[in-house]
């Protein structure tokens, strides 16, 4: 036992097994707040630097354990242990030692990203064993940690009560909405809420990314006049915190030779899954979600970059449609088309949370979701204030397109959004996510597509009928003999 506690000591509150820089800033958080923690880590030499992180930072009551039946014994019945382990096989393994010296009523919590089906199967074969169980997500990286992330509880309501005031206190406290934290659902719903927040992310950063092609390709901005494009985007509607971020990347100098970080860094980027888990979860549930395929699709293809690399020796030639372009009116495009498209991308995510939710009667409320996502998350942003109101005012919203304000919101700036787009396409840059949004609205804005086509294609080679706008009942037609007859 390490970190100054006799044995004869009060017990300490709760409990944190797995010390990756997630877990040991999550405990410092707790034993800021004024929580005394026992924390435990399986590679021992964590558990001491955690404990010399806590000495450093203000002398706070964190206690370590090398060994997990000490460590479970020091936290106070009910006891409740937080694990941040690897999702997968490591879940199981620490709850398996963890286990083994828990009693009846404990509870464990899982804070990593695990696949939600995991959780429900765990909170089954724990209550087997008279022991609670919370599937937690945990979001806002590192920083968000230590000083205050956004949490998504789902599980056990018995189990989120016991640390129902410990969440309260370390969550992101904004201070017009109350902490970032409230109880999600049943089962596996918190796990599903953050994969889903985790597709939305991939959805802006994407939009992001193509903000600054469509600026630096066609608009030919300098990484110093981005900067300042983002800064000043980050005072307005777009203010968040993946758009502050994407400000600061512009003004960092390459510290390992000239010119700009940035313009260093190569250009393929890495993946977890979550993303990936929301795509599949919407093609399950039969809910477009273009916006957030795209943005995955973007992630393989920058990984293919020997072929990107070939390919552009191939397809060699001046892409560019050589029109003037006014910087100035370029930028206020671009900023419209990359908010209008971020509806597109919530209100995707929305329908995918809102869709499982019915499936699993889970009975999520979408409007607290939108409020616990304003502060310590990856996807904060002013903007979703607008999105808690839009339930507000009407909890049974078909789509976030069509509450009134989004919607005049989505009007006011589709000439400027379709303008970039046509843009982007006439000079060779592609803006998937761009685009995907930008068709995904105009086709749910329609009150005809030509799905009739398709459906009559179907009808022709599978005989798998079709309905008519002008009289119930279900059709089929033997097309292929009508129209040879007529030769």
Sequence with gaps: MYGHRGYGMALT????????????????????????????????????????????????????FHDPASFVNSIQKPRVVIMLVKAGAPVDQTIATLAAHLEQGDCIVDGGNEWYENTERREKAMEER??????????GGEEGARHGPSMMPGGSLEAYQYIEDILLKVSAQVPDSGPCVTYIGKGGSGNFVKMVH????YGDMQLIAEAYDVLKS?????????????????????????VEI????????????????????LDKTGMKGTGKWTVQQAAELSVAAPTIEASLDSRFLSGLKDERVAASKIFQGDYSSGETVDKAQ??????????ASKI?????????????????????????????WKGGCIIRASFLDR?????????????????????????????????????????????????????????????????????????????????????????????????????
């Design 13 to 64: 509150r709760i409990g944190l097994a797995g010390l990756a820089v997630m877990g040991q800033n999550l405990a410092l958080n707790i034993a800021e707040k004024g929580f005394p923690i026992s924390v435990y880590n399986r590679t021992t030499s964590k558990v001491d630097e955690t404990v010399q992180r806590a000495k450093l930072e203000g002398n706070l009551p964190l206690y370590g």
């Design 130 to 139: 008279g022991l609670l169980y919370l599937g937690m997500g945990v979001s």
């Design 198 to 201: 985790n597709g939305i992310e």
């Design 218 to 242: 066609v608009g030919k901005l300098t990484n110093g006049e981005l900067q300042q494009v983002f800064a000043e985007w980050n005072k307005g509607e777009l203010l968040s915190f993946l």
């Design 246 to 265: 994407t400000a600061d990347i512009f003004s960092i100098k390459d510290d390992q030779g000239e010119g700009y970080l940035v313009d260093k860094v």
């Design 330 to 339: 370029l930028i206020e495009d671009v900023r419209k088309a990359l908010y």
């Design 344 to 372: 597109c991308s919530y209100a995707q995510g929305m329908n995918i949370i809102k869709a499982k939710s019915t499936e699993k009667g889970w009975g999520l409320n979408l409007g607290e979701l939108a409020r616990i």
């Design 387 to 487: 999105i808690k109101k839009a339930y507000d005012r009407n909890g049974e919203l078909a789509n976030l397109l069509i509450d009134p304000e989004f919607a005049q919101e989505i009007m006011d700036r589709q000439a400027a959004w379709r303008r970039v787009v046509c843009l982007a396409i006439n000079n060779g840059v592609s803006t998937p996510g761009m685009s995907a949004s930008l068709a995904y609205f105009d086709s749910y804005r329609r009150d005809r597509l030509p799905a009739n086509l398709v459906q009559a294609q179907r009808d022709y080679f599978g005989a798998h009928t079709y309905e008519r706008v002008d009289m119930p009942g279900s059709f089929h037609t033997e097309w292929y003999k009508i129209a040879n007859s007529k030769i």
